[in-house]
């Protein structure tokens, strides 16, 4: 069984950084795309930033250039570096585990066919 732990969440003005991580435990069975979402209040749930079993990363047109997904596999850990943070960045963000695909680029799977998801942890973006 694959459980995802969000952390490192907050509140920052516009124009700031953070950084969350992503703690993975259990089996990595079959691994094809770690992700990143999120959702603001009232918003369908939105692709933000992926990483495919080669360590290729693509991103959301939104966050490219601002936006950086990174893993680090001896800490089972998954990460987002979030720069340049707009007040529309808001929202809680999650991430997610999708296994066993072959070939396909990441962004072109959907957040509904993702197997495994973290519980999310909020982060607000002041102007």
């Known amino acids: 069984q694959v459980q995802l732990v969000e952390s490192g969440g907050g509140s920052v003005q516009a124009g700031g950084s953070l950084k969350v991580s992503c703690a993975v435990s259990g089996y990595m069975y079959r691994r094809y795309c770690m992700g990143w979402f999120r959702q603001a209040t009232g918003k369908e749930r939105e692709g933000v930033a992926f990483?495919?079993?080669?360590?290729?990363?693509s991103y959301a047109d939104s966050v490219k250039g601002r936006f950086a997904i990174s893993q680090d596999n001896a800490k089972n850990t998954l990460y987002l570096q979030m720069n340049s943070l707009k007040p529309e960045d808001t929202a809680v963000y999650y991430c997610?585990?999708?296994?066993?695909?072959?070939?396909?680029?990441?962004?072109?799977?959907?957040?509904?066919?993702?197997?495994?998801w973290g519980q999310g942890t909020q982060v607000t973006v002041s102007s």
């Open positions: 990483i495919d079993s080669d360590s290729r990363s």
């Open positions: 997610a585990e999708v296994i066993g695909f072959t070939g396909e680029n990441c962004r072109r799977i959907g957040p509904q066919q993702y197997n495994y």
